[in-house]
T-cell receptor, first 113, second 111 residues
Framework: ETGVTQTPRHLVMGMTNKKSLKCEQH?????MYWYKQSAKKPLELMFV???????ENNSVPSRFSPECPNSSHLFLHLHTLQPEDSALYLC????????????FGPGTRLTVL | KNEVEQSPQNLTAQEGEFITINCSYS?????LHWLQQHPGGGIVSLFM???GKKKHGRLIATINIQEKHSSLHITASHPRDSAVYIC?????????????FGKGTKLSVKP
């Protein structure tokens, strides 16, 4: 398997649920990213990990909790979300943090009821 | 006002037409990216450029650093080119600039 994969592709959850999004990259990259894409808004950077260390948290609410156990895997743990958190969540990776092209996964379409 | 503005927001073209999508930005950048997002959501990087012009198949991207403007051209457009095209700039802020994205241009090419 190659590229960047994300699971699940679709997720519907209630506001009291706890769920996790998973991202895996098979490209040997060192940097991984979580983005949020809401309707009619630009992509928003949420978190950046470089060599498994979180290097950026873009003022994301604490109900979103990232985890990077190794440089190939990235998780986004979700709890007590709000309906306005419904969006497409995209994972990306790049060879390094500073200059390289980012490769995106297919995204997880999240609906919070 | 967004730091990255794209025009038009929506574009409908007939198959075979020459298409231009524009991107203007208001911050200092080290590079500009053009990305393609298909209806399923997946994003593909088309170009990364910091000066001049790049060509890949029927796609051409140009950038004018002085004018803070970039264009993406599609020659001999085809229905499979239908997608959202997103401009993103890598800023000079901090030691490792972040990507700032435009809202995208939704292109529909009719047969």
């Amino acid at each position: 398997e190659t590229g960047v994969t994300q699971t699940p592709r679709h997720l519907v959850m209630g506001m009291t649920n706890k769920k996790s999004l998973k991202c895996e990259q098979h490209l040997g990259h060192n940097a991984m990213y979580w983005y949020k894409q809401s309707a009619k808004k630009p992509l928003e950077l949420m978190f950046v990990y470089n060599f498994k260390e979180q290097t950026e948290n873009n003022s994301v609410p604490s109900r979103f909790s990232p985890e990077c156990p190794n440089s190939s895997h990235l998780f986004l743990h979700l709890h007590t979300l709000q309906p306005e958190d419904s969006a497409l969540y995209l994972c990306a990776s790049s060879q390094d943090r500073a200059r390289d092209t980012q490769y995106f996964g297919p995204g997880t379409r999240l609906t919070v009821l | 006002k967004n730091e990255v503005e794209q025009s038009p927001q929506n574009l409908t073209a007939q198959e075979g037409e020459f298409i231009t999508i524009n991107c203007s930005y208001s911050v200092g950048i080290s590079a500009l990216h053009w990305l393609q997002q298909h209806p399923g959501g997946g994003i593909v990087s088309l170009f990364m450029l910091s000066s001049g012009k790049k060509k890949h198949g029927r796609l051409i991207a140009t950038i004018n650093i002085q004018e803070k403007h970039s264009s993406l051209h599609i020659t001999a457009s085809h229905p499979r080119d239908s997608a959202v095209y997103i401009c993103a700039v890598r800023t000079l802020r901090g030691s490792q600039g972040n990507l700032i994205f435009g809202k995208g241009t939704k292109l529909s090419v009719k047969p």
